[in-house]
């Protein structure tokens, strides 16, 4: 097993091996992409700390994906009693998932 120091060097994290990571639940995972790719494991204190850590690295196929999964993350660190800082980027909710406007005009309204 090897231990990894997560952003400040005060948390000790275990790297999940490939054995392991099969064993989990998609579901201890904060995001899961349309091919089955299973990002950012919650399953644990220290794997919350990185996915939080990690969350403004990962690519996400959508907005609403990338929603669900900053959700499901701040939602485990309640969980595990970790506090989220109100300036990081995992606890602002996405802005707007609705387009703007659209060929139809602004939100989808009919053209006149």
Do not use: C
Request: hydrophobic letters at 30%; a positive charge.
């Amino acid at each position: 097993m090897h231990i990894f120091y997560v952003s400040g060097g005060n948390e000790a994290m275990a790297e999940l091996d490939t054995k392991k990571r099969e064993k989990l639940r998609s579901s201890q995972f904060a995001y899961v992409d349309s091919k089955g790719g299973e990002h950012l494991p919650i399953n644990d204190e220290s794997h919350v700390r990185n996915a939080m850590a990690r969350w403004n690295q990962t690519e996400f196929e959508s907005a609403t994906a990338r929603e669900r999964a900053r959700k499901k993350i701040v939602s485990a660190a309640k969980r595990h009693g970790i506090d989220v800082d109100e300036e990081s980027g995992v606890a602002k909710p996405t802005r707007s998932l609705r387009a703007a406007s659209t060929k139809r005009g602004p939100r989808g309204g009919r053209k006149k």
